[in-house]
T-cell receptor, first 114, second 112 residues
Framework: GAGVSQSPSNKVTEKGKDVELRCDPI?????LYWYRQSLGQGLEFLIY????????KSGLPSDRFSAERTGGSVSTLTIQRTQQEDSAVYLC????????????FGQGTRLTVV | SQQGEEDPQALSIQEGENATMNCSYK?????LQWYRQNSGRGLVHLIL?????REKHSGRLRVTLDTSKKSSSLLITASRAADTASYFC????????????FGQGTTLQVKP
């Protein structure tokens, strides 16, 4: 596609429910990132996929968070048993190479846990 | 912990003035990048400066990098109201495979 696509744009869920957030990176991009941004804050790194290497999961805040990337393309971020503190904008980005290249961001998914 | 720290956290200037934002980081890097964010959604890449570069220009943007001080600055000249946004630096730490770590950002308001 022309850019990084994230769905849904907005998601309201009840506390305790599971949610899945989807990211379609730019075709051919080998690197894919997930970040979380709380209101008025910076970007918190969550997870990083690079080609066929094992993902860097060092930013996932708890075992309720997981992500996968199927076929080196689409990625899904899953949050189980959502809590109110999970409310944030979840941003996905991709880049063509891993080193010295810019990242292209999607418009994010705004998650609200009520 | 986050790699980059921007200052100031917020900056308010008049249209036509220059805006300078700073970023400090903690470890050796491959490159440092600046991004802009409008309305709390997707970020747009502005400029990338590699660790062996000291200055880079793009239109009204000027970025400097001082690896000895582990700091970078972003200068926006002749600012416009449309430059109002949040600006973030991101670092690609040396030894990592391209993972970008972002700072907390500077919120810039340009008054018409």
């Amino acid at each position: 596609g022309a850019g990084v696509s994230q769905s849904p744009s907005n998601k309201v869920t009840e506390k305790g429910k599971d949610v899945e957030l989807r990211c379609d990176p730019i075709s051919g991009h080998t690197a894919l990132y997930w970040y979380r941004q709380s209101l008025g804050q910076g970007l918190e790194f969550l997870i990083y996929f690079q080609g066929n290497s094992a993902p860097d999961k060092s930013g996932l805040p708890s075992d309720r968070f997981s992500a996968e990337r199927t076929g080196g393309s689409v990625s899904t971020l899953t949050i189980q048993r959502t809590q109110q503190e999970d409310s944030a904008v979840y941003l996905c980005a991709s880049s063509i190479h891993s080193l010295n290249t810019e990242a292209f961001f999607g418009q994010g998914t705004r998650l609200t846990v009520v | 912990s986050q790699q980059g720290e921007e200052d100031p956290q917020a900056l308010s200037i008049q249209e036509g003035e220059n805006a300078t934002m700073n970023c400090s980081y903690k470890t050796s890097i491959n490159n440092l990048q600046w991004y802009r964010q409008n309305s709390g959604r997707g970020l747009v890449h502005l400029i990338l400066i590699r660790s062996n570069e000291r200055e880079k220009h793009s239109g009204r943007l000027r970025v400097t990098l001082d690896t000895s001080k582990k700091s970078s600055s972003l200068l926006i000249t002749a600012s416009r109201a449309a430059d109002t946004a949040s600006y973030f630096c991101a670092t690609d730490r040396k030894g990592n495979t391209g993972k970008l770590i972002f700072g907390q950002g500077t919120t810039l308001q340009v008054k018409p």
